[in-house]
C-alpha cells in the first residue's frame, strides 16, 4: 500500500489556489507587455497556465479556452520525447498532432520547474504567431488542405539548456519566416513569462512547505475532476 495522502486544510487549499492564479495573470501580463507582435501586444492571442509533472493543467487563466486545453497534450509531448529534463530547460512545439496545438501558428513554449532538484510541474504559454511560412502571409491560408499548408511544424524540441539559447533552432524557425523578427522576440516573451512561473512557484512553495504545496496541487486536480463529473450528470 501506497504512503497515505496529507491532510490538506481547506483554509490553505484556497490561499494557494488563488495564489496560482495569480501567478499565471502575472505571467500572462508579462507576456503581454514584453510581445513583439501586436497579435500578443493587443489582440493578446496568447495564454498560460501552471501543470503538474504529468502535464494536467493545476491553474490558468483563460484568454482563450482553446488554447488552455492544449497545454497537456503539449507537456506530454515534452516528457515522451525527452527523459533528461533538467531545470533552466525550455521546449518549444507547434505540432498539431505531436503534441495538440490548434494550429500550426500557435507555438508552445514549456518549462519545468524544479524545487530541490524534483520536479513539481511546468509552467507555459501559447501563442500565435505572425508567419510560420507556408505558401501565404499569415500561415493561415483559405485554400489550406492539409497542415502543411500552414508552414513550419516542430514537435517537442529543447530551445534552451540550462538557460542557453539553442542557436540552431532559432535559425530554422526564422529561416522559415516572414516576419522572424517577430516570432523570435514573442518565443523569447513567452520564455521570459516562464521563467516568471517558475520563480513565483518555488517562492509559493518556499512559503508553505513543499508537502503541502504539492498536497494542494493533488487536491486541486481533485476538486477540478470531481466538478467536472457533477458537470457531466446535470
Known amino acids: ?87 533552466g530547460d525550455a521546449f518549444l512545439i507547434n505540432h498539431p498532432y505531436e503534441g495538440g496545438s490548434p494550429h500550426a501558428p500557435d507555438m508552445a513554449v514549456i518549462t519545468p520547474v524544479f524545487f530541490n532538484d524534483e520536479l513539481i510541474g511546468f509552467c507555459g504559454s501559447i501563442a500565435h504567431k505572425s508567419d510560420i511560412g507556408g505558401p501565404v502571409p499569415g500561415s493561415c491560408s483559405g485554400q489550406a488542405k492539409e497542415t502543411f499548408n500552414e508552414g513550419l511544424h516542430l514537435p517537442a524540441v529543447r530551445v534552451q539548456r540550462r538557460r542557453e539559447r539553442n542557436i540552431e533552432v532559432e535559425r530554422i524557425i526564422a529561416a522559415n519566416s516572414r516576419t522572424p523578427e517577430l516570432v523570435l522576440g514573442d518565443i523569447r516573451g513567452q520564455l521570459g513569462s516562464s521563467r516568471l512561473g517558475e520563480q513565483r512557484v518555488i517562492e509559493l512553495i518556499r512559503k508553505f512547505g513543499r508537502d503541502n504545496a504539492v498536497a494542494c496541487f493533488a487536491r486541486l486536480l481533485e476538486l477540478a475532476g470531481q466538478a467536472f463529473a457533477v458537470g457531466r450528470a446535470v
Not at 489556489?17 to 505571467?27: P, Y
Not at 494536467?56 to 479556452?65: K, N, R, S, Y
Open 1 to 87: 500500500m501506497g504512503a497515505p495522502k496529507k491532510a490538506v486544510d481547506a483554509v490553505e487549499l484556497e490561499i494557494i489556489r488563488a495564489s496560482l492564479d495569480g501567478i499565471v495573470q502575472e505571467m500572462q501580463n508579462s507576456l503581454f507587455r514584453t510581445g513583439f507582435s501586436t497579435i500578443i501586444r493587443e489582440s493578446q492571442d496568447a495564454s498560460c497556465a501552471i501543470m503538474a509533472p504529468d502535464g494536467d493543467v493545476i491553474a490558468q487563466h483563460v484568454v482563450l479556452p482553446l488554447h488552455i486545453g492544449t497545454f497537456p497534450a503539449c507537456c506530454a509531448a515534452v516528457i515522451r520525447s525527452y527523459d533528461d529534463i533538467e531545470e
